[in-house]
C-alpha cells in the first residue's frame, strides 16, 4: 500500500524528522486559516496513485489569492477519496535534494542521497561514520567542500530516515524534495510503501478544520 502524502509526512516527523506544516483543505476559507497570514503553496495530490501531474500555486499569502488558487486548482482534483488539495508553509529558496530506503534488486537494501544527476549510497542501515562518508562522497561528486555542520545534520537525518525503514512494514521511503535553507532543513514531499497500515500518534487532523476549537468557517 501507498500512504497518502499526509500519513507519509506525519510518519516522518514522528521519527524526528523536519517536514513542512502541511494539511488538507476542503475550501478556499479553509486554506485561508490554514495560512494564518504567511505564504502558503496549494497543490493537487492523489494518494496510492504514482505518476500523476500536480497542479500547484506557489507563494500565497493575501486571502483574495489564496482564494483564487484554490478555486483554479480544486476542478483537478481526481473525483474520488483519494483526490485531495494540500496546503503547504512556504518555504523559503534552498538547494533541493532526496534521500531515498529501498530493496534493491541487486545490493539489498540500500540507503541513497541524490541531486539531480548525482548520488551516493550505502547498504542500510548505516551508522554515523558510514553516513558522512556518503555525505562526503556526494558532496565530491558536486564539486564543493562539505560544511561541518551541514554533514551533520544530513548525517542525522540518514540514520532517521533508515530508522522509518526498518519499520517492519515499511519497504520503500522517499524524501523528494528535502530543501536545505538557513542552515538547517524541511521535507516538502515525502512518499511511504507499506505492506500493512501503520498507526501514526498524529498531533493534528489532516484537514485544516479539524482544528474546531479555532476554526472560523
Given at each position: 500500500?501507498?500512504?497518502?502524502?499526509?500519513?507519509?509526512?506525519?510518519?516522518?516527523?514522528?521519527?524526528?524528522?523536519r517536514?513542512?506544516?502541511?494539511?488538507?483543505?476542503?475550501?478556499?476559507q479553509?486554506?485561508?486559516f490554514?495560512?494564518?497570514?504567511?505564504?502558503?503553496?496549494?497543490?493537487?495530490?492523489?494518494?496510492?496513485?504514482?505518476?500523476?501531474?500536480?497542479?500547484?500555486?506557489?507563494?500565497?499569502?493575501?486571502?483574495?489569492?489564496i482564494?483564487?488558487?484554490?478555486?483554479?486548482?480544486?476542478?483537478?482534483v481526481?473525483?474520488?477519496?483519494?483526490?485531495?488539495?494540500?496546503?503547504?508553509?512556504?518555504?523559503?529558496?534552498?538547494?533541493?535534494?532526496?534521500i531515498?530506503?529501498?530493496?534493491?534488486?541487486?545490493?539489498?537494501?540500500?540507503?541513497?542521497?541524490?541531486?539531480g544527476?548525482h548520488?551516493?549510497h550505502?547498504?542500510?542501515?548505516?551508522?554515523e561514520?558510514?553516513?558522512?562518508?556518503?555525505?562526503?562522497?556526494?558532496?565530491?561528486?558536486?564539486?564543493?567542500a562539505?560544511?561541518?555542520?551541514?554533514?551533520?545534520?544530513?548525517?542525522?537525518?540518514?540514520?532517521?530516515?533508515?530508522?522509518?525503514?526498518?519499520?517492519?512494514?515499511?519497504?520503500?521511503?522517499?524524501?523528494?524534495?528535502?530543501?536545505?535553507?538557513?542552515?538547517?532543513?524541511?521535507?516538502i514531499?515525502?512518499?511511504?510503501?507499506?505492506?500493512?497500515?501503520?498507526?501514526?500518534?498524529?498531533?493534528?487532523?489532516?484537514?485544516?478544520h479539524?482544528?474546531?476549537a479555532?476554526?472560523?468557517?
Open positions: 500500500m501507498i500512504f497518502e502524502t499526509i500519513d507519509a509526512l506525519e510518519l516522518l516527523r514522528e521519527h524526528g524528522i517536514v513542512v506544516r502541511s494539511r488538507y483543505v476542503d475550501s478556499a479553509d486554506a485561508v490554514f495560512a494564518e497570514h504567511r505564504p502558503i503553496s496549494l497543490r493537487t495530490v492523489s494518494n496510492g496513485h504514482a505518476g500523476n501531474t500536480p497542479v500547484a500555486e506557489t507563494g500565497l499569502r493575501k486571502s483574495h489569492a482564494r483564487h488558487a484554490y478555486e483554479r486548482i480544486a476542478p483537478h481526481e473525483k474520488s477519496a483519494n483526490g485531495h488539495v494540500l496546503a503547504q508553509r512556504t518555504i523559503e529558496a534552498g538547494t533541493d535534494i532526496a531515498e530506503c529501498r530493496n534493491d534488486p541487486n545490493l539489498g537494501a540500500i540507503v541513497e542521497i541524490r541531486s544527476t548520488h551516493a550505502r547498504l542500510a542501515p548505516v551508522d561514520l558510514q553516513a558522512e562518508a556518503m555525505l562526503n562522497e556526494f558532496h565530491a561528486k558536486h564539486g564543493i562539505p560544511a561541518e555542520k551541514a554533514t551533520r545534520m544530513l548525517a542525522h537525518l540518514l540514520l532517521r530516515v533508515c530508522a522509518v525503514f526498518a519499520e517492519a512494514a515499511i519497504e520503500r521511503v522517499t524524501l523528494d524534495p528535502i530543501r536545505l535553507h538557513d542552515s538547517t532543513y524541511d521535507v514531499n515525502a512518499s511511504v510503501e507499506a505492506r500493512h497500515p501503520i498507526a501514526l500518534n498524529r498531533r493534528l487532523g489532516k484537514h485544516a479539524d482544528r474546531r479555532s476554526y472560523q468557517p
